[in-house]
């Protein structure tokens, strides 16, 4: 068995390693059996907009990319850190501690859980 790390390749560990895995090491990205570029995470666009019922302040960003599995509650952590929320003290109740708590993450009008 051999074990090092990738600064310590010098190539002679060529005969105990798949070939695949040799090219993905000498390119410095990884390719499959085949010696093709495997893809990064698949990445999504979208937006972030203020629902028309709300009176909180509308987000001043573009579109925004994210790996194509992403967390509501990551989202919505990005929109107070944007927005600089805050909880209003006579909306503030036992147990829900952050902002983020008072927050819901709508999808063409369903509730994203």
């Given at each position: 068995m051999v074990s090092k790390t990738i600064q310590e390749w010098d190539g002679s560990e060529t005969s105990l390693l798949p070939e695949w895995m040799v090219r993905s090491i000498d390119r410095g990205y990884g390719v499959n059996d085949r010696g093709e570029p495997?893809?990064?995470?698949?990445?999504?666009?979208?937006?972030?907009?203020?629902h028309p019922a709300s009176d909180m302040q509308q987000m001043q960003q573009g579109k925004l990319n994210a790996p194509q599995i992403l967390r509501a509650r990551k989202v919505l952590s990005y929109a107070v850190s944007k927005l600089?929320?805050?909880?209003?003290?006579?909306?503030?109740?036992?147990g829900l501690d952050k902002a983020v708590d008072y927050l819901e993450l709508l999808c063409q009008?369903?509730?994203d859980p």
């Open positions: 495997v893809a990064e995470t698949p990445k999504i666009g979208f937006h972030l907009l203020r600089n929320l805050e909880i209003p003290p006579h909306m503030q109740r036992p009008d369903e509730l």
